[in-house]
């Protein structure tokens, strides 16, 4: 009922880019198998958590870091029931606040008797919000996993300021709401697998996604005048610190669009430290994180992981994560609400699908052990069907990998 309800919703919608409705939970009748929502209702639940005594960045000394987190899970409920709103949703780029819907229930009662679940994060760009990959939140959240997305604390469309705080705490926000979930009690109790965790991280979330993997930075990080290297200290490869930050719990990372690679914030020997899986994702024309020499650097860089690459081709910075622009989002130009959410060339909610069913073979492979998954990640290219030239992909419909490549390279 929940993907007949969506791929209805699609149809009315006539295909165009804008997200009518503010769907979140959009799925196109093109959309690649391991795409569509699973067997479990979906709850949500927002959480207010506070990381004592960090180093404030921007105004020195220590301060108590605050970091809401939405929460989606898979719930209890009647059949049925109706998904609710995300209402006063700040909007990028603007004043406006805006509402989003889906299909999770608020508050509704957990699934406690088929868990634990495996947990994941979501980790937002510079600016953005808890909101902006809430895709992720749901699809998976239907299929068995616990999704804590971040509000980051000084990286919000609300509250942006200096982007030191950003380079500075994007780990170790991630890392934090990692340990708080995996023994969080209350509602969550006996819901939330922490050993078997992943992060997906965004822009700004996929530099964070980076560096929790195991990449720790180069000493010339420090050295760029963008944060101080006091403020990097913890993050430098080699370093006590940061060695002792890492978190074992953390099996896979998907990183979309990772911004750093292209300024040499990781050296070779940064990047060869991740050495669990990773998934690489991002827009062959990316002009913010720069495809050639910074997604694929780190892509070709992270040679102690076995990782894959999702590319889609002629897409810009926004690929596969950003949820559809809100209908509010009617301005273009520079700096648009709407460029801040949309690509010139890929419809988000074709790239939202495509990206929500690697993601969902991805993490089923190493956080679930599902082995039958694998074949979903083992292309090889495709078979290649003349004279048409379309790839045949497991989970794809007929010409529907057009404009896509997929790569592997296992661990040396």
Same mark, same amino acid.
Do not use: C
């Given at each position: 009922?929940?993907?007949?309800?969506?791929?209805?919703?699609?149809?009315?919608?006539?295909?165009?880019?804008?997200?009518?409705? +503010? /769907?979140?939970?959009? #799925?196109?009748?093109?959309?690649? &198998?391991? @795409?569509?929502? =699973? !067997? *479990?209702?979906? $709850?949500?639940?927002?959480?207010?958590?506070?990381?004592?005594?960090?180093?404030?960045?921007?105004?020195?000394?220590?301060?108590?870091?605050?970091?809401?987190?939405?929460?989606?899970?898979?719930?209890?409920?009647?059949?049925?029931?109706?998904?609710?709103?995300?209402?006063?949703?700040?909007?990028?780029?603007?004043?406006?606040?805006?509402?989003?819907?889906?299909?999770?229930?608020?508050?509704?009662?957990?699934?406690?008797?088929?868990?634990?679940?495996?947990?994941?994060?979501?980790?937002?760009?510079?600016?953005?919000?808890?909101?902006?990959?809430?895709?992720?939140?749901?699809?998976?959240?239907?299929?068995?996993?616990?999704?804590?997305?971040?509000?980051?604390?000084?990286?919000?469309?609300?509250?942006?300021?200096?982007?030191?705080?950003?380079?500075? +705490? /994007?780990?170790?926000? #991630?890392?934090?709401?990692?340990? &708080?979930? @995996?023994?969080? =009690? !209350? *509602?969550?109790? $006996?819901?939330?697998?922490?050993?078997?965790?992943?992060?997906?991280?965004?822009?700004?979330?996929?530099?964070?996604?980076?560096?929790?993997?195991?990449?720790?930075?180069?000493?010339?990080?420090?050295?760029?005048?963008?944060?101080?290297?006091?403020?990097?200290?913890?993050?430098?490869?080699?370093?006590?610190?940061?060695?002792?930050?890492?978190?074992?719990?953390?099996?896979?990372?998907?990183?979309?669009?990772?911004?750093?690679?292209?300024?040499?914030?990781?050296?070779?020997?940064?990047?060869?430290?991740?050495?669990?899986?990773?998934?690489?994702?991002?827009?062959?024309?990316?002009?913010?994180?720069?495809?050639?020499?910074?997604?694929?650097?780190?892509?070709?860089?992270?040679?102690?992981?076995?990782?894959?690459?999702?590319?889609?081709?002629?897409?810009?910075?926004?690929?596969?994560?950003?949820?559809?622009?809100? &209908?509010? @989002?009617?301005? =273009?130009?520079?700096?648009?609400?709407?460029?801040?959410?949309?690509?010139?060339?890929?419809?988000?909610?074709?790239?939202?699908?495509?990206?929500?069913?690697?993601?969902?073979?991805?993490?089923?492979?190493?956080?679930?052990?599902?082995?039958?998954?694998?074949?979903?990640?083992?292309?090889?290219?495709?078979?290649?069907?003349?004279?048409?030239?379309?790839?045949?992909?497991?989970?794809?419909?007929?010409?529907?990998?057009?404009?896509?490549?997929?790569?592997?390279?296992?661990?040396?």
């Amino acid at each position: 009922m929940r993907l007949m309800l969506a791929v209805a919703l699609l149809t009315s919608m006539g295909g165009v880019s804008m997200a009518e409705g +503010n /769907r979140i939970d959009i #799925q196109r009748p093109d959309a690649p &198998e391991l @795409a569509a929502p =699973g !067997d *479990f209702d979906i $709850g949500v639940r927002t959480l207010e958590l506070v990381h004592a005594d960090q180093p404030d960045v921007l105004g020195g000394g220590t301060y108590d870091r605050p970091l809401t987190v939405e929460v989606w899970y898979p719930a209890d409920l009647a059949g049925g029931t109706p998904g609710g709103d995300y209402t006063d949703v700040q909007m990028a780029n603007s004043d406006l606040k805006v509402t989003l819907h889906g299909q999770a229930v608020r508050d509704a009662a957990p699934l406690a008797a088929d868990g634990p679940y495996p947990l994941v994060i979501l980790s937002h760009g510079f600016p953005g919000n808890r909101f902006l990959i809430s895709h992720f939140g749901e699809n998976l959240a239907s299929k068995g996993y616990v999704v804590a997305s971040i509000d980051h604390f000084e990286s919000t469309y609300e509250n942006q300021l200096g982007f030191a705080s950003t380079l500075a +705490n /994007r780990s170790p926000d #991630q890392l934090f709401v990692l340990d &708080e979930m @995996a023994r969080a =009690g !209350d *509602f969550l109790a $006996g819901m939330v697998d922490g050993d078997n965790s992943a992060i997906i991280g965004y822009s700004m979330g996929g530099y964070g996604a980076v560096l929790s993997a195991g990449a720790g930075l180069a000493e010339a990080a420090g050295q760029m005048g963008m944060a101080s290297p006091e403020a990097l200290a913890g993050l430098m490869a080699g370093s006590d610190a940061y060695a002792a930050a890492r978190d074992p719990r953390l099996k896979a990372v998907v990183a979309v669009a990772p911004w750093g690679g292209h300024l040499g914030l990781w050296d070779d020997t940064g990047l060869a430290g991740i050495d669990i899986p990773l998934l690489m994702i991002g827009g062959s024309v990316d002009e913010v994180s720069d495809y050639e020499n910074g997604i694929r650097r780190i892509y070709e860089g992270a040679v102690n992981a076995d990782r894959s690459m999702l590319t889609f081709q002629g897409a810009g910075h926004n690929a596969g994560a950003p949820m559809p622009p809100p &209908e509010e @989002a009617t301005a =273009g130009g520079p700096g648009s609400p709407f460029e801040h959410y949309a690509d010139f060339v890929w419809d988000n909610a074709r790239m939202n699908n495509i990206a929500q069913h690697f993601v969902t073979a991805f993490l089923d492979l190493h956080l679930k052990g599902d082995a039958d998954k694998a074949a979903y990640l083992e292309l090889d290219g495709g078979t290649w069907n003349a004279p048409a030239g379309d790839r045949t992909w497991k989970g794809f419909g007929e010409r529907t990998t057009r404009g896509l490549v997929f790569e592997h390279l296992s661990a040396e």
